[in-house]
Nanobody
Framework: QVQIVESGGGTVQAGGSLRLSCVGSGITFSRFPVGWYRQAPGEERDFVAATAETGKKNYADSVKGRFTISRDNVKNTVFLQMDNLNSEDTAVYYC????????????????WGQGTRVNVSQ
């Protein structure tokens, strides 16, 4: 049974940093692309970042230069380092295993985590 579990969310002041973690069980992350999405209150769930099995990465324009996605295949964990946070980053962040990742286009599978909440205060 595949389980995806996020952690690391919380409340941080604008300009601060957080590191989110995504741990997989029942699945080997190194064999799949993995991505992060976020959903703000009243909004749709939006793509944030993804990393391919090859290590290739891409980011939403709104987080480029501030967020970094990385993998630790030994720990079967994917991280999202978030720096210089602002109020627009407030959302629930979800980790998802990729169905495909071709030409920079990440397509999520049905394997999502339950989300971790990030609140950025002024």
């Amino acid at each position: 049974q595949v389980q995806i579990v996020e952690s690391g969310g919380g409340t941080v002041q604008a300009g601060g940093s957080l590191r989110l973690s995504c741990v997989g069980s029942g699945i080997t992350f190194s064999r799949f692309p993995v991505g992060w999405y976020r959903q703000a209150p009243g909004e749709e769930r939006d793509f944030v970042a993804a990393t391919a099995e090859t290590g290739k990465k891409n980011y939403a324009d709104s987080v480029k230069g501030r967020f970094t996605i990385s993998r630790d295949n030994v720990k079967n964990t994917v991280f999202l380092q978030m720096d210089n946070l602002n109020s627009e980053d407030t959302a629930v962040y979800y980790c998802v295993v990729g169905y495909s990742y071709v030409d920079g286009q990440f397509v999520p599978s049905n394997y999502w985590g339950q989300g971790t909440r990030v609140n950025v205060s002024q």
